[in-house]
Every structure is written in C-alpha cells, then in structure tokens.
C-alpha cells in the first residue's frame, strides 16, 4: 500500500437504528495531519474508532498500517495507535498517579506476563518532562485539571510510540489558556516524531498551520476535503454548520 | 482470651478461614471498589446465595450451586452493561431483584428444617471444615496470584476501561476476570461468613482502606490488614461475647471503616489559615 497508511473502503457503522457512518471512503498518507470537523453527531468520532478497532463496521472495509481490521486484530494494532479522548471525569480519590497513568501507555507494547522495565520508567518521566508535567508526575491522576489531564493523555499516547496518532477533540472543555498549550503540544510533537495524525475539533481557530488536508463530516458521510485554505470560508462552514460561521481566514501560529 | 481455645481444631480452622477469607475478600474488594462495581457485587452475593439454596434443596453440593449461580450472574450482568441495551443500575437491579426471589423461592420449596439453609444467611466460620478449608486456601492463592500475575492490567482498567482498550489491553478480558473472581470469592467464603454478610467483608475494608492511600499497592495491602484484623478481631468478639461469627466479623469491619473514614486525610480541608500562609 505504499506510502497509504490508513484506507477506509465504504465503511458504514451503525449504533442500533442510528447510522453513525454511512458509506465513508479515506486515505491517508504517512505523516499526513488531517483536521476532522462537522456538526456534533456527524461521526467523527465514530471515524476515529473504526480506526482504532474499537468500532465495528457492518459494511466496507478498513486498512490500518498495511492490516485489513477483522475484529481479531484491533487489539494489536491499538498498541501502536495513540488515542487521546475528550477529557474523563476522574474519581478524584483514585489512587493512581499520573506517573503510572502515562505508563499504561507501554502496558499494551509490554504484552502478558512482563513488567515495565527502568528504561521504560525513564522514558515515562522523559516525555512527562516534554509535556510540561514533570512537577505533577507523583499527583493523583483524579487531582488534575481538564487541560493537565489532557497533557497527561497525550503523555500517555506518546510513551506508546505510536505511528498514528488519533485526537478526539482534546481541547474541549477546558480554558482557552490550556487549549493554547495542547494544541502547541500537538504541534510540537507532528514536528518532532511526523506522525500520520488524525484530529477532531470544533475549534476552527485552533488547527494548527502544518494541517495538510481539513475533512468536513456531515450527516456520517464526508461531505467536503481539501486544504484548511479552501474549506475554511465562511460559504462552506455556513452550509456545514447551517449556521452563519465567520470565515477562520489565518490559522494561529501556535508553536513558537 | 485464654489460650486454650486455640488448641481445638475448629478454632484453628476459624483462624485459617478468617486469614484465607481476610485477604481473598479484601483484594477482590479493592478492585470492586476502585472501579465502582459495589452493586454488581452484591447482585453476585445474591446469586452465589440462591445457588447455594438450590443445591441444598436438591441434594448436591451447595458450593458447587453457589458457584454457577455466582459464575452465571457475572456472565449475565458483563454483557448487559456493556452493550447499554439498559441502564447498568437497572439491569443489576433485575438480575439482583431475580437472584432474591431465587433464593427464597428455593428455600420455600425445600422440606423439612432448614437450618443449613438459615446458617448460609450469616454463616458460621466455628463450624468451617477442612474441605472448605482447603477451597477457601486454594481460592486466595488463585485470586492472589492472578493479582499479582495481572497487576498492569487490573491497574490500567481501574484507570479507565475505554483507555485500557485504546493502548491494547484485552481490557473485557480483565473486567469479566474480575466479575468471575467476585463470583468465586463470595462463594468460598459463603460458608464461613454467610450470604448475607460476605459483601460486606469485601466491601468494608477496601472501602476503608481507600479513605488512607493513593497508592494503589499499598491499598491493596492496607485493605488485606483490615480484612485479616476484621475476621479475626470479630471472631475473638464472637467468642468473648457469645455473638453470632459473621455479623461479629462484619461489624468489626463496618467499625474499621467508621475510624478510617473519620480519620482519612483525603477528607481533609485546608483551613483559610493555611491557605493564607500558603497564597
């Protein structure tokens, strides 16, 4: 599949009588950061699952880093795909730390039957000092704001190694300050590792510049793509959103 | 206490039943309690109880009913909140109200005196034998070692079952593992402490011991000293005071969690002093 890391055939995913996705086809090169965005309900969320194995498909296919998903090896190609998820409410009194939160992020690599190893520990506390969260690493993971929890996550996505990167919605809420710092966050780490990096938003304003391609979802279908350029004018957000959206002509340059 | 009594056997089997119950409860505790299971627990109880009545009425062992019933009520509740078809509360509360009127259904239809039926409510750890003994020991090491043995992946479903599954654990795997290990625990410590009482021995001390740490090991080992000091403490009040084993044991654990509760630094709030010298 050459440079092709995900490809979606006519995929339909449907919850009992509601149709999440209907008939989405999509390739995605490596390296590639695609922008998702769409009314709330039109299946971008249900687009990240199906990639990550967690949704099922019950017509078309799906192939992720060279592998038809099947249902018998979603849980394989998990571990080398970082998910990041809208903020959890945490039961503030559990007890876990965000340390050995980020480190579940190695858990799947590890496998059965072996333990996180002091190289692996280091790596936790190298990539929670890339995040900014280093002087929060012995905190209860219940004890964080919405935006640490989110940097927390990322730390966590990225201890896996993933190739693919998928965000859903991670700066939903929390303050514009700390959506400011994850959306850097997410900027820094395209530019550091070239992850093929698939985000879903509803903040125009906050996609970042190396955005390749921007996908408009509507009703479970892929209405619109192209480049953030032509599809953030305020004619085809409007028609989108069908809502009079002001057109987001400069994307912010986040990442100093 | 005079030390004499510790050398008839079915003192020493207490004290073996209490310990082996003490730490298989605690630990199946702890993962009830982390992840906010208490309700399908005490569903499970229900049904290990109801199993344990059918067996007595129909002649066969009541452990071996206690089991399938337990085992069977796991099965069914996973699923059912799994897929959302109904509220999680609600579909526990069918399968919790089912397992009820299975158990008094099967008492009601069994003949004669049903004392062995009524010790099953509050159990007896005095009378516990060396077979239960024996199940009960091998239940603890079995729930102990898969603890030990599966540790990361307990600890990264108790983080959150939908993260555990985005980084490649077979997260269902782990939470039906411990819906079975609920299921077996309460059955092999029905005998001793009774199927009205054992949630209570599970839920008490990781409850309690949660109101001390936010460390998830040392949960675990706070919760399994408290579970030892409850049945053996209760046991001792049992014989001190000629009070019913079980309900001594469950009380001792209940009073355990008052002082932890009382005292946990977790329910702590700074005062305008501290947060003045603090700012």
Known sequence: ?256 | MGTSILQYQFMQNAILAGLCGGITCSVVGVFVVTMHLSFIGVCIAHAAFAGALLGLWLGFNPLIGALLFSLASAAIIGPMTDRGELNPDTSIGIVFSLMLGLAFLFMGLMPGARTEALSLFWGSILTVTRQDLVFLAVTTAAIVGLAVIFYKEIQAVICHREVALAVGIPATVVFYGLLFSTGVTITASLQSIGGLLIYSLILNPAAAAYQLTYSLKRMLLIAIAFGIISCWAGLAASYLLDTPSGASIVITSSVIFGLATAFSPKRKVKRWRQVRLAG
């Open chain 1, 1 to 256: 599949m050459d440079n092709t890391v995900i490809k979606i055939q006519d995929a339909v995913v449907s919850y009992r009588e509601d149709v999440a996705l209907q008939g989405v086809s999509l390739e995605v090169r490596k390296g590639e950061f695609i922008g998702i965005i769409g009314p709330n309900g039109a299946g971008k969320t249900t687009l990240l699952t199906v990639l990550n194995g967690l949704g099922k498909l019950i017509h078309g296919q799906a192939w992720v880093l060279g592998s038809q998903l099947n249902g018998r090896n979603g849980i394989n190609l998990r571990k080398c795909i970082g998910y990041v998820a809208q903020v959890h409410s945490i039961d503030p009194r559990l007890p876990i730390n965000v340390r050995e939160t980020v480190m579940v992020g190695c858990y799947g690599r590890l496998g059965l039957f072996r333990w996180p190893t002091r190289a692996q520990w280091e790596a936790v506390d190298n990539v929670l000092e890339m995040v900014g969260m280093a002087h929060l690493s012995r905190r209860p993971i219940g004890h964080l704001s919405g935006g640490e929890y989110q940097k927390a996550a990322i730390a966590r996505a990225l201890v896996q190694q993933p190739e693919i990167f998928l965000l859903d919605e991670p700066t939903a809420s929390i303050d514009p300050k700390a959506q400011r710092e994850i959306m850097s966050l997410i900027q820094l780490i395209h530019k550091e590792y070239h992850m093929t990096t698939l985000l879903v938003t509803h903040d125009l304003k906050q996609l970042p510049p190396m955005c390749h391609r921007l996908i408009l979802m509507k009703e479970g279908k892929i209405w619109k793509q192209g480049s953030p350029e032509s599809m953030l004018r305020e004619d085809v957000l409007s028609q989108l959103y069908e809502a009079p959206v002001a057109a987001t002509n400069e994307i912010a340059p986040l990442c100093s």
